[in-house]
């Protein structure tokens, strides 16, 4: 199947296999989905479901809404509910289940994890191994427990390949002239940023730093840019990690952030093309196209 090869395709590299790593064949595959909030993992569901791919759902309790589990439901799946901070019971559950495979999606705010988290052992004796306390360290520190325990993380864009943003123009309107000094500017901001795992996303106006996204997200910092410009055009720029790695954390942009944009004045919008998914894509162009907001895909 396409989304059997795009998961080969997909899977990290370079990296040794636990010593407790299942070596599956697609037949044999079984794939848990951890879903958060937002579209993401609903979307993640529905492709592989209706790819045929059998996969049981464990949705973290503070972030998935009841529609996860409606799905789930209309879809012939298990689901199953954990609280953030359940390391050990997401391992029984995915044990329990038999599962080869999973896919982290759906966001899972930094600040919860940070500030809100109540670790049962297994995930305290992990935190306190970790050298750097950023979600990435967590999140690839998790993925390796699970790696031990015969359980493979893998890339969250395995079956949404086609959702992808492309190299190039997204909507009918291109970025103009100042708009794109805008970008060329905030792309080097951003990326500048991203190295250090603070954020991803920079508001700019007039090739000046506006606004920086840090733990509260892409849409959330737009919005704090509009307080500070005075009613004049916005661009945004959202990039990936220098070493991003896609089994978890992947940009995302969907209806909300045009809607956010639209509230702002803001007018642009650049993202790394193969690295930033467009959820609801059919409605996100529809909306932008509306707005006159013009989206564009770099190289990362």
């Not at 289940?97 to 899972?108: F, S």
Request: with cysteine.
């Amino acid at each position: 199947m396409a989304a059997d090869r795009a998961l080969l395709e997909t899977q990290p590299k370079n990296r040794a296999p636990g010593p407790g790593l299942r070596r599956a064949s697609a037949a044999s595959m079984k794939y848990a989905l951890i879903a958060g909030n937002g579209r993401f993992p609903l979307l993640v569901l529905e492709a592989a479901r209706g790819a045929g791919r059998e996969m049981v759902v464990v949705a973290v309790r503070e972030e998935a809404g009841p529609e996860m589990e409606h799905l789930s439901a209309s879809l012939g799946t298990r689901c199953h509910w954990i609280s953030v901070g359940q390391l050990g019971r997401l391992i029984e559950i995915l044990k329990a289940e038999n599962a080869t495979h999973a896919v982290m999606a759906g966001q899972i705010q930094h600040a919860k994890i940070f500030s809100s988290i109540r670790p049962d052992w297994r995930l305290m004796k992990l935190l306190l191994s970790l050298q750097t306390k950023n979600t990435d360290a967590l999140l690839g520190a998790i993925a390796g427990v699970l790696a031990e325990e015969g359980i493979e993380v893998v890339h969250s864009t395995a079956f949404l390949q086609p959702l992808l943003a492309p190299e190039g123009a997204i909507t009918p309107r291109t970025p103009d002239e100042e708009e794109m000094a805008d970008v060329n500017y905030g792309r080097r901001v951003a990326r500048a940023l991203a190295a250090f795992d603070i954020g991803q996303s920079v508001v700019i106006c007039d090739r000046a730093c506006v606004a920086v996204e840090a733990m509260e997200g892409t849409d959330a910092v737009i919005r704090r840019a509009a307080r500070y410009s005075n009613g004049r055009r916005l661009t945004v720029v959202k990039v990936s990690k220098p070493n991003q790695d896609m089994r978890f954390d992947v940009p995302v942009i969907g209806p909300r952030t045009i809607a956010a944009m639209r509230e702002a004045n803001a007018t642009a919008l650049a993202v790394d093309a193969g690295r930033t998914l467009l959820l609801d894509r059919e409605e996100l162009l529809r909306q932008a196209t509306e707005a006159q907001i013009a989206i564009i895909g770099f190289p990362p």
